[in-house]
């Protein structure tokens, strides 16, 4: 038996990496599956997985839009409760770490990262709430390592991350009377395809093999993670087996963060 039979699971991000590979678990699970992103064309990917596993068009429904959008937040809740009638799990895993030709820097970048990574994120969940308080069920992040170690490179990301966590934690402590759950997944280094198509694209290919060094010394297990990894421990949080899980946030790295400093290893 699946651990989602009859759970009824929403998952924003789920036209590629961590998200796709965690919709794809919960249907496999025997969950009824919301899946979303803004272009339709990788989002089909992630319908075609979905039926290639036998889900058929009653077991998961495809909604393309900008998660930024209020409207389409609403539009995702309101949607999935028409076709099913419930919610059990809502994943929030759609996230940026920049904007395309700005400055790193600059506040448009700024408004831009903390509006999808925080903004959407508290809005999206505050409009499902109510619907998971009438299944008891919970609510799994997806935030990353970038939360508890600094990066300058995407400063903004690690401050909207941290942010994430301390949502996490405060709500779990607000609604653990009701019988909700928050938690997070804080990914480390995964093998996600916004990763490899960097590395592809990239012209200074003695450059990609010093990062590919770098990431076999820096992680104790000597690789990346893989999206089906993630995916498995965001299915954790979201199952009855981790029912007394609460403001968890759990760190899946290989070991990285914790890696000794005297190596000279920083992320």
């Known amino acids: 038996m699946g651990r989602f039979i009859n759970k009824v699971i929403i998952v924003t991000g789920s036209s590629s990496g961590i998200g796709q590979a965690a919709a794809i678990l919960f249907a496999r699970e025997g969950g009824k ?15 075609q997985k979905l039926e290639k596993l036998g889900a058929s068009v009653e077991n998961y429904l495809a909604l393309v839009g900008d998660i930024e959008n209020e409207l389409f937040q609403a539009e995702l809740i309101s949607k999935t409760i028409e076709k099913w009638g419930r919610l ?10 920049h904007k395309p030709g700005a400055d790193i820097d600059s506040l448009e970048v700024f408004d831009h990262v903390f509006s999808i990574n925080v903004r959407s994120l508290y809005q999206l969940t505050i409009l499902a709430l109510p619907h998971i308080l009438k299944t008891k069920g919970n609510i799994v992040s997806v935030s990353s390592i970038c939360s508890f170690r600094p990066d300058p490179s995407c400063s ?11 949502f996490c934690r405060t709500y779990a402590v607000k609604y653990a ?12 280094f995964t093998r996600t395809p916004v990763f490899a198509k960097s590395q592809h694209d990239s012209v200074d290919k003695s450059s990609i093999q010093s990062e590919q060094t770098f990431i076999t010394e820096a992680i104790p297990q000597g690789r990346m993670a893989t999206c089906p990894e993630m995916a498995e421990a ?3 949080l979201a199952s009855d087996q981790a029912s007394y899980a609460n403001g968890t946030c759990l ?13 000279g290893i920083r992320l």
Do not use: H, W
């Open 177 to 188: 009377p009701q019988g909700i759950r928050f938690n997070n997944v804080n990914p480390g």
């Open 251 to 263: 760190v899946v790295d290989g070991a990285f963060s914790i890696n000794s400093p005297e190596k």
């Open 156 to 166: 903004f990301y690690c401050m909207t991350k941290a942010a994430v966590d301390q």
């Open 234 to 236: 965001i299915a954790f």
């Open 88 to 97: 059990d799990v809502l994943v929030n895993n759609a996230s940026v770490s």
């Open 33 to 47: 599956v919301t899946i979303t992103g803004k272009n339709d064309i990788t989002l089909a990917e992630t319908r």
